[in-house]
C-alpha cells in the first residue's frame, strides 16, 4: 500500500514539474529573444551615444561644449526615470510604429530607451581611462578624428567596454522580467502571473534560478572575455 501511495506521489509531483515546465521553457525563448534584439539595438545606440559625449566635451577631439551639456542634461533625464515608469512612457511609442502595446516586439522599444542611456555614461567612463598621453602621440602624429576614435580610443578601452556591456546585459536581463508585467511576455509574466500571483512557488522558485543561471553565465561570459583580451595585450 506504501508503495502504491508513494508511486501515485510521485506520479503526481513528476506531472506537476512537467505543467511547470511547460510554460517555463517557451518563456525563456520569449525572454531570450527580446535580450538578444535589445542588447543589439542598445548597444549600437549606446556605444554611439557614448562616443559622441566624449568627443564632443570641452576636452575632447571635436569640442562642442552646448551641444554636449544639452546631450548630457538629456541622459540624465532619462536615466532619473525609474526603469518601470520609462516603459510606461515609451510604450506609446510602440503603439505609434507597432500599433499595439502588448508582445515581446512591442516593449523592446520601451527596454531600449530604458537602457540605452546607462550604456552611453558607461561607455563614457570606460573611453575616459584611456591615457591622455596616447591621444597627444596620436594627434601628433597627424591621425584624423575618426582614426582617433577607431584605432586609439575603442582599442585601448576595450576590456573596460566588455565590463560596461556585461552590466548592461544583465540590466537588460532585468528589465526584460519587469516588462513581463506589462505584456511582454517572458519569465517575468510567468514568474507574477502564474507564481507571484497564484501563490504558486513551484513557479516562482524555477523561474527565479532560472533566471539567476543566466545573470551568473552572462557575468562570467562577459569577465572571461575582458580578461582575455587583457591577457593578449599584456602578451603583446
Known amino acids: 500500500m506504501n508503495l502504491k501511495t508513494n508511486s501515485l506521489g510521485e506520479v503526481l509531483a513528476a506531472s506537476a514539474g512537467e505543467e511547470v515546465w511547460s510554460f517555463i521553457w517557451p518563456a525563456i525563448g520569449t525572454t531570450l529573444y527580446m535580450l538578444a534584439v535589445t542588447m543589439i539595438l542598445t548597444f549600437a545606440l549606446g556605444l554611439a551615444l557614448g562616443i559622441v559625449l566624449v568627443v564632443t566635451d570641452k576636452d575632447?577631439?571635436?569640442?562642442?561644449?552646448?551641444?554636449?551639456?544639452v546631450l548630457g542634461t538629456v541622459v540624465n533625464v532619462l536615466r532619473s526615470f525609474p526603469s518601470m515608469i520609462l516603459i510606461i512612457l515609451l510604450l506609446p511609442l510602440s503603439r505609434l510604429v507597432l500599433h499595439k502595446t502588448y508582445g515581446a516586439n512591442a516593449c523592446i522599444l520601451?527596454?531600449?530607451?530604458s537602457c540605452f542611456p546607462m550604456l552611453g555614461r558607461l561607455v563614457e567612463g570606460a573611453i575616459r581611462e584611456v591615457a591622455k598621453g596616447k591621444l597627444e602621440a596620436a594627434k601628433a602624429m597627424g591621425a584624423s578624428n575618426g582614426d582617433i576614435v577607431l584605432k586609439v580610443l575603442l582599442p585601448e578601452s576595450l576590456p573596460s567596454l566588455v565590463r560596461a556591456f556585461t552590466v548592461t546585459v544583465i540590466a537588460i536581463l532585468g528589465t526584460t522580467a519587469l516588462a513581463g508585467s506589462f505584456g511582454a511576455g517572458g519569465l517575468g509574466d510567468v514568474a507574477v502571473r502564474f507564481g507571484y500571483n497564484r501563490f504558486r512557488t513551484d513557479v516562482l522558485i524555477p523561474t527565479v534560478l532560472v533566471l539567476i543561471a543566466?545573470?551568473?553565465?552572462i557575468q562570467a561570459l562577459g569577465g572571461a572575455i575582458a580578461r582575455g583580451i587583457e591577457r593578449k595585450r599584456h602578451l603583446v
Open 60 to 69: 575632447g577631439i571635436r569640442p562642442l561644449p552646448i551641444f554636449n551639456a
Open 110 to 113: 520601451a527596454l531600449v530607451g
Open 214 to 217: 543566466m545573470v551568473q553565465a
